[in-house]
């Protein structure tokens, strides 16, 4: 004990004279040193974490240094231009510190070089956008990481199964074709996306399945056969599905603005106007299984969208270029046969929606006529062509099944060159008309002298309707098609205030509209031509069929309508089912339906027996109604006595006060119209109302 | 159909037997007529502005009118004449009597430099009515646009510009009780026959239903327009709504998009059960006829209705 304080006592008097010493002089270091047998508990990582992230190792700065193979291999007379342009290219992601090609005996490079940037990010990033990037036909780089090399050389040699990975539950993304009832779905959008909801269009009233505020940042689409619902935001697109719509994929494309869905929803296009600031494409095209862009374009100027046109199987995409059609195949996104087709004077094209046919149409120049040629893909085979004189303008509508192409050609009498652009008079219009399903494809031809304000297809079938006239008389026609016969005007509605056509998706039925004015609607039934209801609703902006052809809905947006923004339901035959307004609503889509995997005889079996399925569905509709009325005579049951509650407490009150009201008004009852009989003066005043005079002979 | 008036009809009511109908519009005499056959029995001239609000007392002696040239009169109804006129420094946007016809408020507007007003007088005598009030109160936040008694005459209701709803108590000028009823101003305010229950109108396009004595939320009847009468039906459970675009767009746009038809709603259900057709402007005011046989509205149109119509 006596050593152990004499320690203390030495250790203390030891201390102060370090600081006896330190006061005296101050310029002469203190001891930091450990104290003997310390323990440093706290490790270099902890204390310094920071800093030791950064110590420099060995393989530091090859981290920097990227290798990019496959550039041009030319002499020393090229080589300060082939700097510049590599120089050019690879700036842009970084600064480059230092450049080196090697080079052959007589100054020839070799084909690669390599580049190191400032710091490693900026390679990752050079190596991620330039890797497969083409410079010309005959050179495509291969960008790789100077450490990728190391990483490769040493692979192991003896190989680890790698771990299996959880299985991942698929969401079922198809359940909404499982409905019993064959319910439709539909999305609505208020102000600009916030918020969004999902309702089923359940019978007697639609049922809200899911509603999201901020859902979108600018509207949503559905996919072309309903399995995904896509979201637009500032930074890329989401696609959602499945019971709960959950998240299915998202992509990256800043500031998107237009999207488009190929058609059996492989592929998604996006197109983003002001990508390159953000050092992305402006058009990407996506797989979207695999969440993976596949090739990007970076189109010149404003673009048209939509860019590309896929034919019906997603096998083949095409784009309109200068005087020549750009046709590309995937799954490679190469150009079919490497090259475009060189189409001197070309100014639109639409694929077949059944076939791999595409039709375009080539203007007239002097004395060369205007053709229309239907080509058919990959074969590069013309099926069919047919010139045409004194062309202004074209345009192409095929029929939904693919069984026709109607061609609507505007044409001219005479025609005058006035400050460069072309004038021209007395316009009127031919429909050409091919039949696609018969030998060597026929033509047909129905000429119309009015201006035509709308064309559509019967979607199945073989009529097509038509609006023409001048604006205050105007009449819609109806043509039918019969094989080996020319087309035979079925009806015609006279003076009508309607512009735009909306077919049943099934056909048969159409709805005509008269958008963006007094809202005019007319249901007709073409089978036999009856106006089955006329109504309106004023300042419609939109019609939807749903995709089975059951229900209408007439929107107006407020994208295009200030004012009584909203939608409402209607059966086929134009009976009103529900009104709903709802202050800033956007946009209303049904959520489509693939195509049916019935066949044609399987259909029309189901349709020649198709009293026995309607007493079915009667019979469950009635007691869909007569349970639904039941919930409402309760519901309101409910609120009823709920109010009659109020009201009797509140009489109650109103009784007790009596006392003091009839003090207020001296004594008078006035609580009732007639209960202060005595102090009423009768009084029997006579009115004059009319004097008949009748002559009697 | 009842023409009399030269400008738009602001305000209407019935007396308490419902035999006469009172109107004032922004032209400068109040009016009134026989409810049954609409014959005019005469006029009240004094005023120099446009009328903003009237009322009667339950006995059917006096008439009140406060108007935009910032005088409340008191007439006499059988006859016509003036009997008392008070000078305030802004227009007079509401007047009413209370229960016992004793006492009237009335409020004024927020104007230049004038703040909100609502003061308390009593009617018994002309002497009194050319006198101080009985009690003053300022309103600076939100200027009130419709004015009711409590019953029995111990509290004042009030809506606002900004769609609030204050219950004072006038004896000592205390703010009992306040909700923010709507988003926007409140057009109209109208009690139920007993008085337990009131409706209002707004601008935002609703009209609710309140419990008087706590100012409880009842119901909300929607629309697409702004509401700016709403009346309750003394016999049944209906409410009967008037209003359409506002007036400045009336010009426009045509009639089917204005939306100025009656609209009936149910009281309970708050569902819309039928409408009447009639007006080409926006209804400014609507009134039940004491027996609910019948009931009058008076629009921007100029033309005062008179609506009579059987429930099966």
Redesign the interface.
Known sequence: MAKKKDAEKSAQAQETEKVAKEEVNEEEECNFDDPKGFVDKISDEELLGDLLSERPCETDGFDNVIVIDGIPQVGPERFEKLQGVITRMYSKYGTIINVYYPKTENGHTKGYVFIEYSNAQSALEAVTTTDNMRLDKNHTFLVNLFTDFKKYEEIPNDWEPPEPQQYKEQRDLHYYLLEPDAYDQFSVICSGGNPVQIWQNTAPQPTKLEERARWTEMYVQWSPIGTYLATLHFRGIALWGGPAFEQIMKFSHTEVQFIEFSPCENYLVTYSPNADMHNQSRVIMWDIRRGEGMRSFDPEGPAIWPMFRWSKDDKYFAKIGNNMLSIYETPSFGLLGKQSEKVCGIRDFAWSPTDNILAYWVAEDSNIPARVVLMEIPSRTEVRANNLFNVCDCKMHWQKSGDYLCVKVDRYTRCKKEKGENKYIGLYYNFEIFHMREKSIPMDSVEIKEPIHAFAWEPVGSKFAIIHGETSNMNVAFYGLKTGDKPVLLKKFEKRSCNTLFWSPVGQFIVLADLRSNGVLEFIDTADFTVMNTTDH??VSDVEWDPTGRYVVTAVSLWKFK??TGYWIWTFQGRILSRN?MPKFCQLLWRPRPPTLLSVEQQKEIKKNLKNYSAQFESKDRMRMTRASKEVVEK?AA??KK?EE??TS??E??RE?KE??LQ??NNVD??E?DSDLQNVEEEVVE?F?KEETTIIN | MLHGHERAITQICYN???DLLFSCAKDVSPNVW?S??G?RLGNFAGHNGAVWCLDVN?QTTMFMSGAADNTLKLWDVSNGKEIGNIEVMSSVRTCKFS????LAAYSTDTQRKQVCEISIIDVRNGDMFGSEPISRLRVPDSKVTALLWG???STVITGHENGRITQWDMRVCKEINSIDAHTEAINDMQMSK????FVTASKDTTAKLF?T?DLVH?KTYRT?RPVNSASISPTQDHVVLGGGQEASVVTTTST??GKFDARFYH???EEEFGRVKGHFGPINSLAFH??GKSYASGGEDEILYLNFYLWL
């Open positions: 004023y300042g004012e009584d307004n309101r609120t009823m109010f109020f009201r509140a009489l009150k109103w006060q003091r009201r207020m008004r006035t609580d119209l009115f109302i | 308490r037997e419902g026989f049954l056959n014959e339950w229960y016992s016809a004793n019953p029995l005459d007993e008085g337990y229950m419990g004595e009842l697409e089917r998009v009281l309970v259900f004491p027996d």
